[in-house]
């Protein structure tokens, strides 16, 4: 199994093992937004631990919430990672090369769901909540 892959399944396993994490309805987009941002330090920091191979926690109701948006940017990502690559060997092989061993597991997960989440997986986040068409 490729390192990309092995990813992938972690972060699919910690989003099943979550609880399901909720927001109260009567939040207006901006509100929801602005919970989003308080709740930063909180997940970045369960986010930190569960790369470093310890139990993360558990997260509050709304922070479970937040986490699960993180997630499932992270783990479409990892997905596309996955991809495999030329034959003969795709059972292995990924189109992308295999991250180097000074990018180890922890910083991989802080990658995805931090690096990449403030960088795109956020404003596609918003975007959905605002009702706006998403930018590609």
């Not at 920091?45 to 470093?52: E, L, P």
Request: glycine share 6%; hydrophobic share 40%.
């Amino acid at each position: 199994m490729n390192t990309w892959q092995i990813l992938h399944n972690s972060l699919r396993n910690w989003a099943s093992r979550l609880p399901p994490g909720s927001v109260p309805q009567s939040l207006k987009a901006e509100q929801l937004i602005n919970r989003e941002v308080q709740s930063v330090p909180a997940i970045d920091a369960m986010v930190r631990t569960f790369g470093r191979g310890q139990p993360p926690g558990e997260p509050s109701p709304e922070q479970a919430y937040f986490l699960h948006q993180r997630l499932a940017f992270a783990t479409l990502v990892s997905k596309v990672l996955c991809v495999p690559g030329s034959p003969p060997d795709v059972t292995t092989a990924t189109a992308l090369p295999t991250p180097p061993e000074t990018f180890g597991f922890d910083l991989q997960v802080e990658w995805l769901l931090i690096g990449a989440w403030n960088h795109e997986g956020r404003r596609a986040w918003r975007e959905r909540v605002l009702g706006v068409q998403p930018r590609f």
